[in-house]
């Protein structure tokens, strides 16, 4: 059984929590982030620790006091540090640009794939076959890198396609000769 909602956050040094409501918005040198939290979780600010409390031990809040602590702790170390993910295309021919707001993939298909970037999201083309993703919104950033991803998922024959940096593809051995 995680423990995790009962960790305190320490806030670094020019970060700034606020609650109004159930919206807490954190401030810091990279940014501002806000989100909703749910009326079943209470956080307090004392001095530059945050803690949570929950209102009952049904499963619901049980699960909801970690969930939050997580997000408003990805909250702080998005504003503080940033998040980044980075994509590796792999194939013959397969290739990534960014013009103004559009990433263009050429991967495979008859015709290049476009994809509008998100206002909070930063992207980066250092050479051809990869892709730099960033922004301090860690949600933001995950779901535009699986959006990337999903264009061309990688196959486990060749090991073609979009994948992160690190990702590990199991391969299948194909068929076997007589």
């Given at each position: 059984m995680s423990r995790i909602g009962y960790k305190e956050i320490d806030l670094p040094a020019g970060v700034e929590v606020s609650q109004e409501g159930n919206v807490v918005t954190v401030k810091g040198p990279k940014g501002t982030l806000s989100r909703e939290i749910s009326p079943l979780i209470t956080m307090s600010v004392e001095g530059n620790v945050v803690k949570f409390e929950r209102s009952g031990e049904d499963?619901?809040?049980?699960?909801?006091?970690?969930?939050?602590?997580?997000?408003?702790?990805?909250?702080?170390?998005?504003?503080?540090?940033?998040?980044?993910?980075?994509?590796?295309?792999?194939?013959?021919?397969?290739?990534?640009?960014?013009?103004?707001?559009?990433?263009?993939?050429?991967v495979g298909y008859s015709n290049p794939v476009e994809m509008t970037k998100p206002a909070e999201v930063e992207i980066a083309v250092p050479d051809n076959t990869t892709i730099e993703i960033s922004g301090i919104d860690k949600q933001e950033v995950g779901d535009f890198a699986a959006e990337v991803r999903a264009v061309r998922s990688p196959e486990p024959y060749k090991g073609k396609g979009i994948r992160y940096e690190n990702e590990h593809i199991v391969r299948n051995e194909g068929k076997t000769g007589k």
């Open positions: 499963n619901k809040v049980r699960a909801l006091h970690g969930t939050t602590r997580a997000n408003v702790n990805n909250m702080v170390e998005g504003v503080v540090n940033g998040f980044k993910k980075t994509l590796k295309l792999v194939g013959v021919g397969y290739r990534a640009q960014f013009k103004g707001d559009k990433l263009i993939l050429t």
